[in-house]
């Protein structure tokens, strides 16, 4: 299963992210459709809900997410990512930059063949074997890698539902739950049902929606080009008054694997004030 959005190789977007109680999840999909389609994968999985890996990369100290928790400008963070509960390839490099509310994200394609040599083989050459865009953004996260001296530090997993924007050129909206992680220093983008464990809880959502909801929380995305955010988009916020925050995947997960290990608490100087922070 190949992942939504995969037709770009870069592109510039705001990322508006609102933290909703799951009893909103229905009722937005309902005024969704009337702008927006679901997307392909949604379409054909169980609920509109399908599977999302991401195994996220940092330097040995950890600089990409020390950089997010201080609220450094500019930014950015590197993952590989893979779809479904037993993926298959092809998996997707990605590489997202943060600038003054503007993120710009850059994607490419890699086979099976080529993940995880590509990173781990020094005798590897990247082929032209799709477009030039798309070796150009390999080479990119390749030089990233090499540069910070970046390896695998955790494995991220959650159910998406997604829809696409029918009346504009380039306008996303996601909805995430079930967020789950294990920490991964292997180039592993399979996740492992056993090893999972679920952050889905009151000390990753310090917002009203986690007292208002119960069945969970549920991160929606709004996605748009900074050029242009869609009438509907703030339509939908006015109508189900959603309050913008904050919040990463990467630094949630680890820094919940700070709580419950004396490693990562001595690499983040953590204590538990961090938990109240969404970057």
């Known amino acids: 299963m190949s992942g939504g959005g995969a037709f770009f190789t870069s592109i510039d977007r705001y990322e ?19 702008f927006c389609v679901l997307d392909y994968h949604s379409t054909i999985s169980e609920n509109n809900f399908y599977d999302v890996n991401s195994l996220y990369f940092d330097t040995p100290h950890f600089l990409f997410y020390k950089n997010r928790m201080n609220g450094k400008n500019p930014r950015f963070n590197m993952r590989a990512r893979s779809y479904g509960k037993e993926p298959k390839p092809p998996y997707f490099l990605e590489i997202k930059f943060k600038d003054s509310g503007i993120v710009n994200k850059h994607r490419a394609t890699i086979n099976d063949e080529d993940w995880p040599m590509m990173l781990t083989d020094p005798n590897f050459v990247i082929e032209r074997d799709g477009s030039a865009k798309d070796k150009d953004k390999k080479e990119l996260f390749y030089q990233l890698v090499t540069k910070y001296n970046a390896e695998p530090k955790i494995l991220t997993h959650y159910k998406r539902r997604a829809f696409v924007s029918i009346m504009d050129e380039y306008a996303r909206v996601t909805m995430d739950v079930d967020l789950k992680y294990n920490l991964e220093s292997n180039f592993n983008i399979i996740p492992d049902e056993e090893k999972l464990i679920s952050y889905d809880n009151p000390n990753t959502f310090v917002s009203e929606a986690q007292s208002n909801s119960d069945n969970g929380c549920v991160i929606l995305e709004l996605k748009c080009v900074p050029t242009e955010v869609p009438l509907w988009m703030l339509d939908l916020i006015r109508q189900f008054q959603l309050n913008r925050t904050s919040f990463s995947k990467y630094v949630q997960s680890m820094t919940n694997a700070a709580r419950h290990s004396q490693f990562y608490k001595e690499s983040f100087n953590f204590n538990d004030r961090m938990v109240n922070v969404h970057i």
């Open 16 to 34: 508006l992210k609102y933290i909703i109680p799951y009893e909103l999840v229905e009722p937005i999909t309902d005024y969704l459709m009337a």
